[in-house]
């Protein structure tokens, strides 16, 4: 490890992701947050940095896993704020920090502008897995992400809203219709105690 020195306002106290040029201090001082923070000023970090991370040109060392956590940390902060208006969408929407799984399996990084659904039913999802670009979330991490995607403008994109489902009964089949997702006879006794 290089030791070098750097100026408070070079360093960050705690980070769930990676900013650019700042020093995390948490993990190499623990014990120490009282004096970095408030004897030093060392700032935490603030919705504004990984705002500023999300609009930012990246190069190809930026991943999809590194794009998901910046994602993820930037919904924690939308989260806690009622109306995000100091963040504007379009900039980083059309940037492309948004990991779109493509039907070939492959995931690679595109803007907000590309197509791409959003996986909010798994039979939906199983169904055009196959067929379709889907943001590269599964379906408890993209419910977490509602504030992101509203604030995204993305919610159009939902599958659920873009799929009409129409069932139909074949009159010429005796074979009972029958769904594993939806067969009640095998836990109606558990729900009957």
Known sequence: MDKKWSKSSDCLWSSATEISGKVVLDHLYPGLQDFFVNLLGVPKMTAGM??????????????????????????????????????????????????????DGQVRLCNGLNAFSLKDRKILGETFARLANFLDFDLQELRRLEP??????????????????????????TQPMSN??????????????
């Not at 594993?180 to 105690?193: D, F, G, Q, V």
């Open 180 to 193: 594993p997702y939806r067969e009640i006879r095998r836990k109606s006794h558990a729900l009957l105690r």
């Open 50 to 103: 990984v705002y500023d991370k999300l609009k930012a040109r990246h190069d190809e060392t930026f991943t999809s896993r590194e794009a998901k956590e910046t994602i993820m940390v930037f919904n924690s902060f939308l989260a806690a704020v009622s109306a995000p208006t100091d963040f504007p969408p379009n900039p980083v929407r059309e940037n492309q920090i948004f990991p779109v799984r493509f039907p």
């Open 148 to 173: 992101f995607i509203t604030w995204a403008g993305l919610g159009d994109r939902y599958l659920s809203t873009s799929v009409k489902e129409i069932t139909s009964a074949d009159r010429e089949s």
